[in-house]
């Protein structure tokens, strides 16, 4: 009987061993968001979904999501540090970090959020803002639907935003707000709807999903268009954490990142900001409007020095904007 018993211990301790019978390698995936929002829904959940498939049984990828165990300020240092082993995130939240990447963010630059995605990629696959990526593996570099002013009051000028304290989550927001009149304070997508509710401020900037995602419209009545830019999105993993998996599933998750994710979030975002508007629209009670031609061309003129002064100041400035020019002609070419 002890030698039956042996036996089947040891044929079960060389199943266990065989490829299919061992545990899949959990990746902790920090998601600040809810997962009712369109990146989850339609960027990263089904994208975790075809990696798994691609590689059955070696990899889980597990979402840990509202801010469980990283937030959109402490996303990219949660990677780092190992404690998630990939993050979503804004490269905004992450101030100093990714100069280069926030090219996108420049005012009156982009306002296509596929093209601009598929733009910031390729500046990275090319190696132009690929020295900003040195600690960590990028998954997917994206772009948020184009950004709308959501506001407590309306307005129509540059007259309207004197002295108005607008919610910011980034540098180059913030610059713009101060140079448009307004006060900027700094907060992130989280903190937005009790700062309106309170009236600690009167205005935000983000897109129609990621209004409704933060429920804005229970806070905001005035909403306005403005090419302000694209702010970029993330999703980086640590590279140990890659290094640590099957060639399989290293295998897997490289080919359905990179330029095809981008394209998916880019697509995705473009897709629900429309859906984002329509569903504001329909909700009736809500003002939404665009600048007219004169007061777009006096905006413009406002914010021009934001793009001079980022030239000055960001590594290879002069090159990098070129660069995001040149491939936001080439993406939109291909659309």
């Keep these: 009987m002890r030698d039956v018993r042996a036996a089947l211990a040891f044929c079960a301790a060389l199943l266990l061993a065989l490829p299919g019978y061992a545990e899949p390698v959990q990746l902790k995936f920090g998601y600040p968001g809810p997962l009712t929002a369109w990146p989850y829904t339609k960027g990263f959940g089904p994208w975790a979904q075809e990696v798994e498939r691609d590689a059955p049984g ?12 990283a937030t959109f300020r402490n996303a990219y240092d949660r990677t780092i540090n190992g404690v998630a082993d990939m993050t979503f995130g804004t490269f905004g939240d992450t101030p100093g970090q990714f100069p280069r990447t926030e090219v996108s963010n420049l005012p009156f630059e982009a306002d296509n959020g596929t093209a601009a995605s598929i733009a910031l990629w390729k500046l990275y696959q090319g190696g132009v803002i690929a020295p900003e990526y040195g600690s960590v593996k990028p998954l997917v ?10 506001a407590t009051k309306e307005i129509k000028t540059a007259a309207d935003m004197q002295g108005l304290k607008f919610a910011v989550s980034g540098r180059i927001a913030a610059e713009a707000v101060t140079r448009l009149g307004g006060a900027p304070v700094t907060m992130s997508q989280t903190e937005l709807y009790p700062a309106l509710q309170r ?7 983000t897109s129609w999903p990621g209004a409704m995602a933060w429920k804005l419209e229970e806070v905001t009545k005035y909403h306005l268009e403005v090419p302000f830019g694209l702010a970029p999105g993330f999703i980086l993993m640590n590279k140990d954490s890659f290094a640590r998996l099957p060639e399989p599933a290293r295998g897997a998750i490289d080919r359905h990142s990179g330029a095809a994710l981008s394209l998916r979030m880019g697509k995705a975002a473009d897709e629900t900001n429309v859906e984002g508007k329509a569903k504001f629209i329909a909700m009736g009670g809500h003002v939404v409007a ?8 006096r905006w413009k003129q406002a914010l021009a020095p934001i793009t001079g002064e980022w030239i000055k100041t960001v590594p290879d400035g002069t090159a990098v904007l070129a660069a995001f020019r040149a491939e936001l002609v080439n993406a939109r070419r291909a659309q």
């Design 141 to 150: 570099i994206f772009t948020f639907p184009s950004s709308i002013v959501h």
């Design 199 to 205: 009236g600690m401020v009167q205005a935000s900037n």
């Design 58 to 69: 070696l990899v889980e990828i597990k979402v840990y999501p509202g801010g469980a165990i």
């Design 290 to 297: 665009a600048l007219d031609p004169a007061e777009t061309a």
